[in-house]
């Protein structure tokens, strides 16, 4: 459809996380003519699944400042997504912002300082800025509801995906397996010290994800840092189990892929997680390591059930793909703008 979008790029410019992830294979698959123009203060260096689109790079000394300063005046466009949440106070064309999480406003401690001002500072009047609202989960649907009075007519869900990238493996691993940023409500204290307290022999523990802060792994945990689709894939893959204590997600897209590359999942009951989850993988309640050490034990020793949690993670996860997503968000930027 003829439809002029700009991006705000911001989740684009560090290495790829959730948020990042999330724009994207949506922004790649946006079906508008011209290609959406993604802006940003900084160079996006992987444009990996967006190579089509158009690019704009406005220089200044931080993020916010260059959104709330600069994006409004370059926003010549029939309508912007803003896919971190917020949009600029002065933006003078329709927009439409998409919701991952409320974990800053919720638990501010667990995230850097300049995390919280530049979502809770802005949110309120971005949402009520907003000619449609995007919630990747049900359950932040429901949150901004009530604690924003988000009209629901207002608010789509669109949900996280995966694409035949992420497909099953021959296996051959023994390890367990946590994907996802070093952060505090990653549960990542929980799975460490749950793998600490498991009888000897013991599977290795691997833990693969950017740095973030607050959490520090202890000696005798393999920690690959940041790696690329090709070698997570193979991660996933290769698992014996993967194990996802998150205390808090909005949706949490690496149990979906570990589910896509046949991976038994471990996860708990937190953001779209039960949503897509629940009957093909064991979950457990936030912060529960009796629930969690008990599940890793009874997966471990059991060969039936992680080959039938196998089989029921790989259909599932058909039912949730980022083509479906880039349409649902191509008809909300297209309502947004009234076309």
């Known amino acids: 459809m003829n439809l002029r979008v700009i991006i705000d790029g911001r989740p684009l410019v560090p290495a790829r996380s959730g ?48 959104q709330q300063l600069v994006l409004p005046r370059i926003a ?7 896919p971190h949440g917020t949009i600029p106070i002065t933006l003078r064309i329709p927009a439409v912002v998409t919701l991952h999480d409320f974990s800053s406003i919720t638990m501010p401690g667990r995230h850097l300082l300049k995390t919280v001002l530049s979502f809770n500072v802005f949110i309120s009047e971005s949402l009520d800025r907003a000619r449609r609202v995007a919630a990747v989960s049900k359950a932040i649907a429901e949150e901004a509801v009530r604690w924003f009075g988000v009209p629901r007519r207002l608010i789509e869900i669109v949900p996280n995906g995966v694409d035949d990238f992420f497909r ?18 990653k549960g990542i204290a929980d799975l460490v010290a749950v793998w600490n307290s498991l009888p000897e022999p013991r599977l290795p523990l691997m833990i693969c994800g950017d ?3 607050r959490v520090r792994v202890p000696s005798g945990v393999g920690v690959t840092g940041w790696v ?25 897209i690496p149990p979906l892929e570990a589910m896509a590359c046949g991976a038994p999942v471990i996860a708990t009951r937190t953001g779209a997680i039960p949503d897509y989850a629940e009957g093909a993988a064991l ?57």
């Open 19 to 66: 948020i990042g992830v999330h724009t994207a294979e949506i922004a790649g698959r946006l079906d508008v003519t011209p290609s959406p123009v993604i802006a940003s203060h900084a160079e996006i260096t992987n444009r990996q699944a967006i190579e089509h689109c158009r690019f704009r790079v406005d220089h200044a000394p931080n993020g916010i400042l260059w």
């Open 228 to 252: 690329d689709r090709e070698r997570l894939r193979t991660l996933y893959q290769r698992a014996r189990m993967f194990v996802y204590p998150s205390r808090y997600e909005g949706f949490g």
């Open 211 to 213: 740095p973030g802060w």
């Open 283 to 339: 979950l457990v309640d936030p912060g529960d390591r009796e629930a969690l050490r008990a599940a890793i034990l009874r997966l471990q020793g059991n060969e039936s059930l992680r080959s039938e949690l196998r089989d029921k993670g790989i259909e599932r996860s058909k039912q949730y793909r980022w083509d479906r997503s880039a349409q649902l968000m191509t008809e909300l930027l297209s309502e947004a703008a009234g076309a």
């Open 168 to 185: 099953p493996g021959d296996g051959g691993g023994d390890y367990i397996l946590f994907v996802g940023t070093l952060e505090p409500r």
């Open 76 to 82: 010549d466009a029939d309508v912007l997504w803003g």
